[in-house]
């Protein structure tokens, strides 16, 4: 069974910076990508940033491209979020996700097998 932990998250007034990490953990699975995606309350789950696993090609929502930055540790099977200059907009629990298969569009929930359980993040104003 694959399990993807959130951890990092947390209360941070606006204009501060916080680091959300994604552990990978039981049994390995072949991935071709993780993402981050975030939901906020009354709102749909949205894509924020992913990255391919071998090459580590990135990809950012529009609206958090230039303070975001997705990163990854093949060695840990850990990736990362690093999350600066934020808004209260963009509090939200912020969910993890894994994707073995290359077909799909690596915006959509849809091409992610792999959910962690979230982590909230809350940007005071």
């Known amino acids: 069974q694959v399990q993807l932990v959130e951890s990092g998250g947390g209360w941070v007034q606006a204009g501060g910076s916080l680091r959300v990490s994604c552990a990978a953990s039981g049994r390995t699975f072949s991935k071709y990508a993780m993402g981050w995606f975030r939901q906020a309350p009354e709102k749909e789950r949205e894509f924020v940033a992913a990255i391919t696993w071998s090459f580590g090609a990135t990809v950012y929502a529009d609206s958090v491209k230039g303070r975001f930055t997705i990163s990854r540790d093949s060695a840990k099977n850990t990736m990362y979020l690093q999350m600066n200059s934020l808004k209260p907009e963009d509090t939200a629990v912020y969910y993890c996700?894994?994707?073995?298969?290359?077909?799909?569009?690596?915006?959509?929930?849809?091409?992610?097998?792999?959910w962690g359980q979230g982590t909230q993040v809350t940007v005071s104003s």
């Open positions: 996700a894994g994707a073995t298969r290359v077909s799909g569009s690596i915006y959509s929930l849809a091409k992610y097998d792999y």
